[in-house]
T-cell receptor
Framework: GENVEQHPSTLSVQEGDSAVIKCTYS??????FPWYKQELGKRPQLIID?????GEKKDQRIAVTLNKTAKHFSLHITETQPEDSAVYFC???????????FGKGTMLLVSP | DSGVTQTPKHLITATGQRVTLRCSPR?????VYWYQQSLDQGLQFLIQ???????AKGNILERFSAQQFPDLHSELNLSSLELGDSALYFC??????????????FGEGSRLTVL
């Protein structure tokens, strides 16, 4: 089955810095890659997703890039703010399959 | 508010016991997914139901079972509980049959503590 590796497990940055979280996947047939944000004690929520027919997608301060050849995708957060502090999960799904395989998460801490 | 309702929010029980977690999906969503979240394992997919039928199975133990009822609510039954079953159990729903077609809407989770 699909395996998603996520790095780093924790990331500490200063407010205003950029943060990058990287994920790799094992199944070249995967074609949908969402990112979920989970604030402390809250439910995971989708923040951005990308499909394999595009290489990059942006939404204000967040962007996701996809390298199909290398089978990795990354989340980029610019101008980080304390409210960006949360656990971020990447995930991958294969066309025609129901399951979404998540990485183990990255705890992002943004210090004022 | 995601529109997905899970009960109970917290549950404390003893080893060997059985519990039932309940999930009501968003109005109109036919797919219900169950995930287990523990500290070192992230979000582990357990099982998916679509319109009352089991659609996909993940790392679900034989001691665990689930079902989706005609009104689309779902229940996850955990039996012969062990200490290692302590975790946060999330239910998520989506309108589509496949997880790769769009957003999953998660409930607030049910935190199970086995003593």
């Amino acid at each position: 089955g699909e395996n998603v590796e996520q790095h780093p497990s924790t990331l500490s940055v200063q407010e205003g810095d950029s943060a990058v979280i990287k994920c790799t996947y094992s199944d070249s047939a995967s074609n949908y890659f969402p990112w979920y944000k989970q604030e402390l004690g809250k439910r995971p929520q989708l923040i951005i997703d990308i499909r394999s027919n595009v290489g990059e997608k942006k939404d204000q301060r967040i962007a996701v890039t996809l390298n199909k050849t290398a089978k990795h995708f990354s989340l980029h957060i610019t101008e980080t703010q304390p409210e960006d502090s949360a656990v971020y999960f990447c995930a991958a799904s294969k066309q025609g399959y129901s399951t979404l395989t998540f990485g183990k998460g990255t705890m992002l801490l943004v210090s004022p | 508010d995601s529109g997905v309702t899970q009960t109970p929010k917290h549950l404390i029980t003893a080893t060997g016991q059985r519990v039932t977690l309940r999930c009501s999906p968003r109005s109109g969503d036919l797919s219900v997914y169950w995930y287990q979240q523990s500290l070192d394992q992230g979000l582990q997919f357990l099982i998916q139901y679509y319109n009352g039928e089991e659609r996909a199975k993940g790392n679900i133990l034989e001691r665990f079972s689930a079902q989706q009822f005609p009104d689309l609510h779902s229940e996850l039954n955990l039996s012969s509980l062990e200490l290692g079953d302590s975790a946060l159990y999330f239910c998520a729903s989506s309108v589509e049959i496949r997880a790769g077609t769009g957003e999953l809407f998660f409930g607030e989770g049910s935190r199970l503590t086995v003593l």
